[in-house]
């Protein structure tokens, strides 16, 4: 059974910084491109981040580039994500999911519970 | 920005619906990567439609995807009360990103 299970998440205050970690166990994790994607509450759905299935290449949404890096270790199947210079409006529950495919092509087919992450003075 | 849903639809049970989701020549236009989920209140997306009209294993085939041009659609047949959820169309772009829809809550009356 596929698993993925967030840490990491909590309170900070505007400019902080949040490192967030994804679990992964049930499939061969190295085979699959691994996304964040977040939820501020009431609202939709948005795509922050990917690491590819080799951990080569990394993709973020505009409205985090330079102030979030994405990350994989291969050899414990994890992902993370370093949040900086984090705003009121990055407030979400943040999702690790994990891609359909070897190949990124954004389809996710499993997801994690969430982690909370509320940035608030 | 996101992609184009309507915020909301309702029908019958026993009805038919259909949400569309409206991109560019980036994203819709550009490729077959489309996605739909569901989403009850308090919970995780789950993947309805991958491919713009695949279903994975284990979802009902009252769930279809099509596609023209800008627009993608998820049509849902047979309404059940239990279809009452959240949404979201997304797809993959030529920047490599992937992008989704607002969401649409559906009712059924």
């Known amino acids: 059974e596929v698993q993925l299970v967030e840490s990491g998440g909590g309170l900070v205050q505007p400019g902080g910084s949040l490192r967030l970690s994804c679990a992964a166990s049930?499939?061969?994790?190295?085979?699959?491109?691994m996304a964040w994607v977040r939820q501020s509450p009431g609202k939709g759905l948005e795509w922050v981040s990917v690491?590819?299935?080799?951990?080569?290449?990394?993709f973020y949404a505009d409205s985090v580039k330079g102030r979030f890096t994405v990350s994989r270790d291969r050899s414990n199947s994890m992902i993370y994500l370093e949040m900086n210079s984090l705003r009121v409006e990055d407030t979400a529950v943040y999702y690790c999911a994990k891609d359909r495919m070897l190949l990124w092509f954004g389809e996710f087919d499993h997801w994690g519970q969430g982690s909370l992450v509320i940035v608030s003075s | 920005s996101a992609l184009t849903q309507p915020a909301s639809v309702s029908a019958s049970p026993g009805q038919s619906i259909t949400i569309s989701c409206t991109g560019t020549s980036h994203d819709i236009n550009a490729y077959d990567y489309v996605s739909w989920y569901q989403q009850y209140p308090g919970r995780v997306p789950k993947l309805l439609i991958y491919d713009v009209n695949y279903l994975p294993s284990g979802i009902s085939d009252r769930f279809s995807g099509s596609k023209s041009g800008n627009t993608a659609s998820l049509t849902i047949s047979g309404l059940q009360a239990d279809d009452e959820a959240d949404y979201f169309c997304s797809s993959y772009t030529t920047s490599s990103t992937v992008i989704f829809g607002g969401g649409t809550k559906l009712t059924v009356l």
């Open positions: 049930g499939f061969n994790f190295n085979n699959f491109a």
């Open positions: 690491v590819t299935a080799s951990g080569s290449k990394t």
